[in-house]
């Protein structure tokens, strides 16, 4: 009691709405009474939301990076707890830096910057082209009894020209993207913010070429 103001502190009360009742036992300088009627207490709820900003889809080149940015905003200005953070969905070899990883509960709004590095190479050879691989290297033991009757020369200029096709099947002329490499790839990187018991997820796109 502080000039006749009951100040009481609590931080057992959920969220929501609770009605609060005071009552006093009484002393020997006053009766014990109790309030007519409740008081309406509103507890915000704890709770958080992370969500993608700047472009939500990018292109990477092997050994390349793509960088993702996202907001991270309580709703009643604090985290239920530290937030920390997962991220799952990326290419096969491809790794990733979070900045900040780790956000404190009373820490408010924050950016997070999501780093990801693709492989160095994202080239081999696709199931679908796998006949032609077999096709090409097969070719030359199938023309085998027609090439014992030609000469030496014409035999070696064949093999030479299918040397030459096989390379150019795998690189694609240079354009890194043949028919025998693997084709540009779309995946759906998802980050995931959890904090206490609530969690939350933002994806965006990431094109692996």
Known sequence: MDGGTDLRLTTTLGAGAHAVTATFSGDANYLASTTS???????????????????????????????????LTPTSGAYPGPVTFTVSGLPTGATYTLSPNTVAS????????????????????????????????????????????????????????????FCIGMTGCGSGNGFLIQSPRDYAVTITASSGTISHASTVNLNAQ
Do not use: E, H
């Open 37 to 71: 009627s409740g008081v309406s207490i509103t507890v915000a709820s704890t709770d958080f939301t992370i969500a993608s900003t700047g472009a939500s889809s990018q292109t990477v080149i092997p050994g390349g990076t793509a960088n993702f940015t996202y907001v």
């Open 106 to 165: 009373n820490a408010g709004p924050q950016q997070v910057k999501l780093t990801i590095q693709a492989p160095s190479s994202t080239a081999g050879i696709s199931t679908q082209n796998r006949g032609w691989v077999l096709a090409i290297l097969l070719l030359p033991f199938a023309g085998a009894r027609r090439l014992r009757s030609t000469s030496k020369k014409m035999a070696g200029t064949l093999y030479i020209l299918l040397a030459v096709c």
